[in-house]
C-alpha cells in the first residue's frame, strides 16, 4: 500500500535503511532483532496513517457539515422570518375583524335588548287584547242570544209552495200543530240562507219570531213534549233559535245525555246557553265542558 499525504501535505517515508552490499551478513539472531524493529516501525506507520486520515476526514466532514447547516440555517431562518411577516399581517387581520366582530355584537346585544322589551311588551298588550276580544266575543254572543229568545226554527216543512214561510202560513202551521186557541202573532217569517235543495234533499228550516215571549216559551214547551208532530200531511220539529256557537256548544253534549237517558235516578237537563245540569242522590253539578261531565258520569255509574 502507498503511503497517503498527511494533514501538512508532507509524506510519510519508512525510516528503514536499506543494507549495504559491502556490509557483512549479520548473525541469525542480529535479524530476528531487525524484523521485530521493522515490524514495529511498520505498526506505527499505520497508527499514524489512520489517525492523519481521521482527523482529515473528520475535518472534511465538519467544513461540508458546516456548509449545509449554514445553508439550510439561512434557509430557514428566511422561511421563518416570512412565516412570522405573514403570521404578523394575519393577526393584524384578525384583529380587526375581531374588532368588526366586537362591534357589531355590541350593537346585535342592544338591538336584540330593545327587541326583547317591545317583545314583552307586546306580549302583554295580546294578552290583554286576546282577553278583551274573548269578553267582547261572549257578549256579542250572548247580545245575539239575547235577540233570538223569541225565534222559533220550524224543521220539516216543504218548499212546493212559495208562501209556506210567510208568516199567515206559519202562524196557521203553529196553531194547528200545537192546538193553540188562536193563531200566535209573528213579526217575520223566513227560510235560512241557502240555496233551494234539489228535490229528496231536505227543506231548508223556517226561522220564525213571535211577537209575544210566553207564546214562545209555550210552544216551544209543547215541542219538547211532543217531538215529532204531524200535522197537514208532514211531520215537523220545532226548536229553539240558537247561534252558532251555541248550538255548537250544546251540541257537544249529545252523547253525555244519551248515556244519563239510561242511568236510573238521575235527572239532567240541559241550560242556556251550553251547560248542563246533572242531579244524582240529591247532589246538583252543572258541566260546561263535555270531557268533565263523562268524567262524572263514568263515576256514578260504578
Known amino acids: 500500500m502507498p503511503p497517503k499525504p498527511t494533514k501538512g501535505g508532507s509524506s510519510i517515508r519508512p525510516h528503514l535503511r536499506p543494507a549495504s552490499p559491502n556490509e557483512p551478513l549479520t548473525h541469525p539472531k542480529s535479524g530476528t532483532a531487525a524484523q521485530a524493529a521493522t515490524s514495529s516501525d ?3 506507520l499505520k497508527a499514524e496513517l489512520l489517525s492523519a486520515l481521521h482527523e482529515d476526514f473528520a475535518a472534511t466532514l465538519k467544513t461540508e457539515f458546516q456548509a449545509i447547516l449554514g445553508e439550510s440555517l439561512s434557509s430557514i431562518k428566511s422561511e421563518l ?24 355584537v355590541a350593537e346585535m346585544e342592544r338591538s336584540l335588548s330593545t327587541c326583547t322589551d317591545d317583545i314583552v311588551s307586546l306580549q302583554r298588550k295580546v294578552e290583554h287584547l286576546t282577553k278583551a276580544v274573548a269578553k267582547l266575543e261572549n257578549k256579542c254572543d250572548d247580545l245575539e242570544s239575547r235577540s233570538r229568545r223569541q225565534n222559533i226554527r220550524i224543521v220539516g216543512v216543504p218548499e212546493d209552495d212559495p208562501l209556506s214561510a210567510s208568516t199567515a202560513a206559519i202562524s196557521r202551521l203553529l196553531k194547528e200543530a200545537f192546538d193553540l186557541a188562536e193563531e200566535p202573532l209573528l213579526d217575520r217569517a223566513h227560510r235560512t240562507l241557502a240555496p233551494k235543495p234539489k228535490t229528496g234533499e231536505r227543506p231548508h228550516p223556517i226561522v220564525a219570531r213571535l211577537h209575544y215571549y210566553t207564546d214562545c216559551v209555550k210552544i216551544l214547551s209543547r215541542a219538547r213534549e211532543l217531538q215529532r208532530i204531524k200535522v197537514n200531511n208532514m211531520t215537523i220539529s220545532v226548536f229553539p233559535d240558537y247561534t252558532a256557537k251555541t248550538a255548537r256548544a250544546r251540541a257537544a253534549f249529545a252523547d253525555c245525555r244519551r248515556q244519563l237517558r239510561g242511568i236510573e235516578g238521575v235527572r239532567f237537563g240541559l241550560l242556556h246557553p251550553a251547560r248542563l245540569r246533572i242531579t244524582h242522590d240529591g247532589v246538583t253539578r252543572d258541566f260546561t265542558s263535555p270531557e268533565e261531565a263523562n268524567t262524572y258520569i263514568k263515576m256514578i255509574t260504578k
Open 42 to 44: 511498520v505498526g506505527a
Open 81 to 104: 422570518l416570512s412565516f412570522k411577516k405573514e403570521l404578523s399581517s394575519g393577526l393584524s387581520a384578525m384583529q380587526e375583524s375581531f374588532t368588526g366582530l366586537k362591534v357589531t
